[in-house]
């Protein structure tokens, strides 16, 4: 056991942290829809520069480095005030272990270098929680699928050049064994995007897709027909870690804001309460990253982690509330951001059942 | 980076396990006997199975055998897991300040802690070690373990440095974070037990999700716990001091939090039962709240070190 870097991680921190340094004016002040515009470029420098991918493998332009690395990657680029790296973690372990060698080759490399931008079709407005009720359905057409459906609550569905979809493919087939999964372009004119406004004002994050007869070739199915359900469980299982993440770092750099914010204020019980999650979630995802280097599979410890991630965030936007009051934009906005924490990627509340189901083995309600 | 277990280490936890499970008491009931009375009841005897099995293991020398925080807050847990009622975290804090062939305990603002069976304890006083005689027991709130008067006249033991002092501080700080957090596991099992055998509506009330989401909760502020108190662990022997210390007061609030909420579901999801003496449920609660004040840390303390 040994918390301190090794020399070789050391060497990389100083790499990255020389690099940063350069960058430092290119880093935007404040989130919000100029934050969530700028991602891909930002994408496309960090993975140029070679610290974009660090744990994937080399043949799709990863680095295979231990899961070490991301936890320095995000630390540092907290620490520079730079932008978190792209979350693509939970698409790529999506296509990696379910596509075929031809599916990819062809699109994780432009995955994970940036040149080509991804969305993700699950949810919809029928099925949230519920999953495994969707109906967009997609039906033989030839040598192709033709798409009808209503997905929502895709992020960057706007800039996307590729929907990673979840279709129903057999209507007779009891819920999820009629589901596939797709990898379909979204520059078709028979997609139709409609922007979702958050509470915090933003309306780049999250978009809702309308597939009318869009069209994605047979051979671009992620597997055989009825595997879908086996990609969407990898991704939100991989969806749900905060080490996948990266946001541990992103919510220390917010709390230290805050302290220099109050200045020579004593800071208040929340402001404290927030720096001892942040600080609990950051030995937590330390620890989960270094389980991996036994192989650990990931079950549904995910729902465990997300959890303790969506506490954190939330102690600390009710810091940010608490620090800054309604009167500062910055503050209010991560402070409401935070509320979808509890939603996204899984309700609290699902990834409640998973633990007593799968965890403790309580048994289904 | 790595912030895993050595093999060693997860040998000692699988020993220290076994050991509380076997001879940790099963009951209420197993607690009330006193091994002092006389009455030769059951209980005095497990209990003083334990006491030779505890003994034998010469995990209350850990830190003068060289053994790392990690170690003592290993053994710590799982004696908290398990309920052990026979002395560890007074010897073993003793041990850290200066090894003793007499049993020897600590004293903490003039009350010698964990003295069952133990007649001698050291106090720290800034640089000055200083020992007590144990004298009559106090009332205390902890129904596994006693504490004490301390009698005088204070015999001088020894000037130790400022950086032991500091490191034993954190040492202090982490142990009884891990008692914290092993009473805290103790609770949240006994309740996802109840749990599965508990019927209502013609169902196991673990199946509702009303008594399965606070126990899905526990858990994961269980795994929480486990993650920081790991690494101010770590930190006592390997981190500069006042981050040692640091670090572990971060760990003692978290866990200190966590553990009484685990410990009040547990309470709750026994129902009428949870609050009863007869139910172990407050018998957890009890060791997180002597633990709690233990070495205590204030928010503030926390906090201090954040501008």
């Given at each position: 056991m040994d918390y301190r870097d090794s020399p070789d991680e050391a060497a990389f921190r100083a790499r990255l942290r020389d690099w940063l340094s350069q960058r430092a004016g290119d880093f935007p002040a404040a989130e919000g829809d100029q934050y969530w515009a700028g991602q891909a470029a930002w994408h496309r420098a960090l993975h140029a520069a070679g610290f974009?991918?660090?744990?994937?493998?080399k043949e799709y332009g990863g680095h295979e480095m231990p899961p070490v690395y991301d936890v320095i990657l995000d630390e540092e680029l907290a620490r520079a005030g730079a932008r978190p790296r792209p979350s693509l973690g939970y698409l790529v372990q999506g296509l990696g272990r379910h596509g075929s060698e031809e599916l990819r080759r062809r699109f994780l490399p432009g995955m994970i270098d940036g040149t080509e931008r991804w969305c993700q079709g699950f949810s919809e407005p029928e099925a949230g929680s519920d999953l495994a009720s969707l109906t967009t359905s997609a039906v033989k057409n030839g040598d192709d699928y033709v798409v009808h459906g209503h997905k929502i609550w895709t992020s960057y569905s706007d800039v996307a050049d590729w929907c990673l979809l979840l279709a129903?493919?057999?209507?007779?087939?009891r819920r999820h064994r009629g589901l596939s999964a797709f990898v379909i372009s979204m520059h078709q004119p028979s997609i139709e995007q409609r922007p979702l406004q958050m509470i915090n004002g933003v309306t780049t994050e999250f978009g809702q897709v309308l597939f009318d007869g869009a069209r994605v070739p047979a051979s671009q199915m992620v597997g055989a027909p009825g595997e879908g359900w086996a990609l969407a469980m990898t991704i939100v299982a991989h969806e749900r870690e905060p080490a996948e993440l990266g946001f541990s770092a992103r919510y220390g750099k917010l709390v230290r804001d805050l302290v220099a914010r109050a200045g020579e204020r004593p800071p208040t019980a929340d402001l404290i309460w927030a720096h001892v999650e942040t600080e609990m979630l950051y030995t937590h995802v330390r620890r989960r990253l270094s389980e991996r280097l036994d192989g650990m599979a990931h079950g549904p410890e995910g729902s465990l982690d997300k959890l303790l991630m969506t506490w954190t965030e939330q102690t600390v936007g009710h810091a940010a509330l608490a620090e800054g009051?309604?009167?500062?934009p910055e503050l209010l906005s991560a402070y409401l951001y935070s509320r979808s924490q509890s939603v996204m990627g899984g309700t609290s509340q699902i990834q409640k059942n998973i633990i007593a189901a799968r965890i403790l083995g309580l048994g289904a309600s | 980076m790595d912030a895993r277990l050595s093999a060693e280490q997860r040998d000692l936890r699988a020993a220290a396990a076994k050991l509380a499970d076997s001879l940790?008491?099963?009951?209420?009931l197993d607690l009330s006997?006193?091994?002092?009375?006389?009455?030769?009841?059951d209980d005095a005897g497990r209990r003083a199975r334990l006491e030779k099995a505890v003994a034998a293991t010469a995990w209350r020398t850990l830190r003068s055998d060289g053994a790392s925080g990690v170690e003592v807050a290993i053994v710590a847990e799982e004696f908290a897991r398990g309920l052990v009622d026979v002395p560890y975290l007074g010897p073993v804090l003793a041990d850290g300040l200066q090894a003793s062939s007499e049993p020897t305990t600590i004293a903490v603002d003039g009350v010698a802690v964990d003295t069952r069976g133990i007649s001698r304890a050291l106090l720290l006083d800034g640089n000055s070690l200083r020992a007590a005689r144990v004298g009559d027991v106090r009332a205390g709130v902890d129904l596994t373990r006693v504490s004490a008067e301390i009698v005088g006249p204070l015999q001088p033991v020894a000037v130790i440095s400022a950086e032991h002092v500091n490191r034993w501080h954190a040492l202090a700080l982490v142990a009884t974070t891990a008692d914290l957090l092993g009473a805290a596991r103790g609770a949240h099992a006994l309740a996802c037990g109840y749990a599965k055998v508990r019927a209502q509506y013609g169902h196991k009330i673990g199946t509702y999700q009303a008594v399965s989401h606070p126990l899905a909760e526990g858990i994961a502020l269980i795994e929480g716990s486990v993650s920081v108190l790991r690494h101010a662990a770590w930190a006592v022997d390997e981190a500069a001091p006042d981050d040692a210390i640091r670090a572990a007061r971060l760990a003692k609030v978290y866990c200190a939090r966590t553990a009484r909420t685990v410990c009040e579901t547990s309470i709750q999801v026994h129902g009428g039962i949870g609050n009863t003496w007869d139910c172990l449920a407050h018998v957890y609660l009890r060791r997180v709240l002597a633990a709690t004040e233990l070495f205590p840390v204030r928010l503030e303390e926390v906090g201090c070190g954040l501008s």
């Open positions: 974009f991918g660090l744990s994937w493998p129903r493919t057999d209507p007779d087939a009051g309604t009167g500062d | 940790g008491p099963q009951s209420v006997g006193d091994d002092d009375d006389g009455d030769g009841g």
